[in-house]
């Protein structure tokens, strides 16, 4: 099958979100509604929730909610506050440099996959990122050179919280710094377990090991894909690989320590790269983040797409995988 990317442009939140909201909203409403509605959150306890964790994105999330149609249904999905459970696989690592660079694997289903770039400056301050949940991110950069990704973490369990891609929007919106991203992470629930690598033009990296159910977990580690401590949830390790992954990447940054052009490679082949699409952990891009250059490079093993979130460009690009059956419906 083939997915159409786009990559979008626009400061302040208005008709290009409003198009982007029409195109996937009753997908995203399926999935937000795939366990019934009583098991969501109610508007003003969603609402609540957020005013208390992240009230400095409160002003977006009410113009969202507005282009959005001021339903309650879109108003409490637009929360992301204990959203349905999803499972994405995925490998990051930080390469020190000169330049550092973050560079990660996206592994999830073709399907589900939103498929937006999106270049905004909702808060005064630019930023680049994947995105998914309409305004949530798996990846970014801001203009200060802060970069984050996110893995999941390999851990059944479903808590209160938040969907783990607003942390990451909220961080990029209004942090500088890894010590100041790692300060969030440890402070706002998240819903499911996930590892999430941040990288500053410092230089300065973590790893936070993040879960509905324990303390966050801070380490000094420069790669994770989809465990934490160790495995937990053995099936899970087993599909996506997590182990073998993990010690290819251990290899490869030891290998590849002062060529990052190798490294990068590595990522567009197995083990890293993975052709598993029908059983929803194929890679759909690699990226690589250059948080000092503010440059951003999308991948695959027989195309690219650059971006530079100082001189972003608008596109729209189709990218085809592999033995994806057409006929499947988005889901999420």
């Known amino acids: 099958m083939e997915r159409i990317i786009q990559a979008i442009s626009e400061p302040l939140p208005g008709d290009k979100w409003q198009a982007l909201f029409r195109l996937h909203w009753s997908a995203y409403r399926r999935w937000f509604l ?28 009410d113009r969202l909610v507005e282009l959005a149609g001021g339903s309650d249904l ?39 996959f939103e498929g937006t770039v999106f270049h905004s400056a909702w808060n ?17 950069m801001n203009e200060e050179g802060l970069v984050l990704s996110l893995s999941f973490g390999g851990r059944r369990t479903v808590g209160d919280g938040f969907g783990v891609p607003l942390l990451l929007r909220y961080i990029l919106e209004f942090c500088s710094t890894t010590q100041e991203s790692v300060e969030v992470l440890s402070r706002i629930p998240t819903h499911m377990s996930y590892n999430v690598t941040v990288l500053d033009r410092s230089g ?14 801070v380490k000094d580690i420069a790669l994770t894909t989809n465990h934490q401590q160790q495995v937990e949830w053995h099936q899970h390790a087993r599909a996506t690989g997590t182990l073998e992954r993990e010690r290819a990447l251990q290899v490869y940054l030891k290998r ?21 699409y ?12 250059n948080p000092q250059t503010l440059e951003m490079h999308y991948l695959w093993p027989h195309d690219s797409w ?16 592999p033995n994806v059956p057409d006929a499947l419906e988005l889901l999420h």
């Open 34 to 61: 795939s366990e019934g509605a009583a098991e969501r959150p109610l508007y003003l306890s969603s609402r609540n929730a957020l005013k208390q964790h992240m009230p400095e994105l409160l002003p977006t999330y």
């Open 74 to 112: 879109a108003a409490r999905f637009l929360t992301l506050y204990r959203p349905p459970a999803y499972m994405r696989g995925c490998s990051q690592v930080v390469w020190s440099g000169p330049p550092p660079l973050l560079l990660r694997n996206y592994d999830y289903s073709p399907q589900l």
């Open 124 to 140: 005064g301050r630019k930023v680049i990122g994947t995105g998914d949940c309409l305004w949530g991110l798996v990846d970014g």
């Open 204 to 217: 300065a990296y973590k790893t936070v090991f993040i879960a509905p159910d324990r303390a966050p977990l």
């Open 256 to 276: 590849y320590r002062s060529d990052s052009h190798r490294l990068v490679r590595a990522f567009l082949r197995p083990p890293l790269h993975s052709n598993a």
């Open 278 to 289: 029908r059983r929803g952990f194929g890679t759909l891009y690699t990226a690589v983040y």
């Open 306 to 321: 650059y971006f530079s979130l100082l001189n972003f460009i608008e596109g729209v690009k189709t990218v085809p995988f």
